[in-house]
T-cell receptor
Framework: NAGVTQTPKFRILKIGQSMTLQCAQD?????MYWYRQDPGMGLKLIYY???????DKGEVPNGYNVSRSTTEDFPLRLELAAPSQTSVYFC???????????????FGDGTRLSIL | AQKITQTQPGMFVQEKEAVTLDCTYD???????LFWYKQPSSGEMIFLIY??????QNATEGRYSLNFQKARKSANLVISASQLGDSAMYFC???????????FGDGTTLTVKP
């Protein structure tokens, strides 16, 4: 099983450019998430989605946009890239859950993004 | 606001010994889940163990166990019989009632010495 697939794995952008990080999952999970991980730090939630057509902001949404037109795909869009967005980006998915559900998040391998 | 605190930036343990990684949390939710993930140097996130806020027994998964003390709001990970392959960063995470309440700590880097 592929699980959660992120593309690309690495990318260098110039300041002011835009790009879309792709994320796809084949587990029919309702919930999907985008995180960023700065060096030596934990994961910060950027956006999340509880199902197709439904998205919401996480802790650090500024400078990013998302869409969820299908259950499988959850792309993250960076507009006007800034050096502060240099980070590793992780996409994750989980079954419909909340509270004490024991369903963990399944992570992609990450996208390492540098803004120069 | 929801918060996870991991106070040990780095830990060392001798191979075959046990080690405890600390995690304290803060939340206003009555119902929540606590998770531990491992991140090797290769970068992927690997789920290790889960504890629900209403679970009366501490969770165990092979060499991993979770020392859950609800009143103290702590969820420490215990790794028994450490192996060299356990060297990695370990993250404590919490998920509340709302899917958006997904919070990670800053992690603890564990180094296992031969």
């Amino acid at each position: 099983n592929a699980g959660v697939t992120q593309t690309p794995k690495f990318r260098i952008l110039k300041i002011g450019q835009s790009m879309t990080l792709q994320c796809a999952q084949d587990m029919n999970h309702n919930y999907m998430y985008w995180y960023r991980q700065d060096p030596g730090m934990g994961l910060k939630l950027i956006y999340y989605s509880v199902g197709a057509g439904i998205t919401d902001k996480g802790e650090v949404p500024n400078g990013y946009n998302v869409s969820r037109s299908t259950t499988e795909d959850f792309p993250l869009r960076l507009e006007l890239a800034a050096p502060s967005q240099t980070s590793v980006y992780f996409c994750a998915s989980s079954q419909k859950t909340g509270g004490t559900s024991n369903q963990p998040q399944h992570f992609g391998d990450g996208t390492r993004l540098s803004i120069l | 606001a929801q918060k996870i605190t991991q106070t040990q930036p780095g830990m060392f343990v001798q191979e075959k010994e046990a080690v405890t990684l600390d995690c304290t949390y803060d939340t206003s939710d009555q119902s929540y889940g606590l998770f531990w993930y491992k991140q090797p140097s290769s970068g992927e996130m690997i789920f290790l163990i889960y504890q629900g806020s209403y679970d009366e027994q501490n969770a165990t998964e092979g060499r991993y166990s979770l020392n859950f003390q609800k009143a103290r709001k702590s969820a420490n990970l215990v790794i028994s019989a450490s192996q060299l392959g356990d060297s990695a960063m370990y993250f404590c995470a919490m998920r509340g009632l709302n899917a958006g309440k997904s919070t990670f700590g800053d992690g603890t880097t564990l180094t296992v010495k031969p």
